[in-house]
């Protein structure tokens, strides 16, 4: 079982250590440096105007960052990262279960969560499926990295559908 810890601006070292000794294929910039993680914990992207962020936690180890954007606005959007001896074991869909059941108790405003992620992050993809969010967009060469322009996956949770526990696909009449 996960727990979630809130950041807090005296944990601005951990953060930076914890970001820049893994590497992160699919989060636009592979191997972050200090200067640029600590420059936008500084500016409050953590923890800061409508952003919050929580440590996710496993038997006592700090094994993943959950970061909350635009908690201000009626859609929020999240970054979730795993360190690498802890991908690959199923914890995403807790993980954002978690923030989902978080966002929809303690922001009452909150109408949606979006999630996106590279066409071929598939651990993701399957992660958000898994969570019931529904995939709303696919952009083509949207999602610069390395150098190259890499196809974008939209994923998203309405406040309905949470409610209700239901799923609800897409209904669009117009087939063009």
């Known amino acids: 079982m996960l727990e979630f810890l809130e950041v807090n601006?005296?944990?601005?070292a951990d953060i930076v250590d914890f970001i820049t000794k893994e590497?992160?294929?699919f989060h636009g910039v592979?191997?972050?440096t200090e200067q640029s993680v600590r420059e936008k914990f500084q500016s409050g992207l953590y923890t800061e105007k409508g952003n919050q962020s929580f440590w996710i936690v496993k038997n006592g180890e700090k094994i993943g960052v959950?970061?909350?954007?635009?908690?201000?606005?009626?859609?929020?959007?999240?970054?979730l990262r795993f360190k690498e001896s802890a991908r690959g074991q199923g914890l995403g869909?807790?993980?954002?279960?978690?923030?989902?059941d978080y966002v929809f108790?303690?922001?009452p405003a909150m109408v949606r969560i979006e999630g996106h992620t590279r066409n071929d992050n598939y651990a993701m993809r399957k992660t958000l499926f898994l969570s019931s969010y529904v995939k709303e967009a696919y952009h083509r060469?949207?999602?610069p990295q390395n150098g190259r322009l890499y196809d974008s996956v939209g994923y998203a949770m309405t406040r309905d559908d949470w409610e209700s526990g239901k799923v609800?696909?897409?209904?669009?009449?117009?087939?063009f």
């Open 9 to 12: 601006k005296e944990m601005e």
């Open 23 to 25: 590497t992160w294929p």
């Open 30 to 32: 592979e191997n972050p």
């Open 66 to 79: 959950l970061r909350l954007f635009d908690l201000e606005d009626p859609t929020c959007l999240f970054d």
């Open 93 to 100: 869909a807790e993980a954002v279960k978690w923030l989902t």
């Open 105 to 107: 108790s303690n922001y």
């Open 141 to 143: 060469k949207a999602w």
């Open 168 to 175: 609800t696909e897409i209904d669009d009449p117009c087939s």
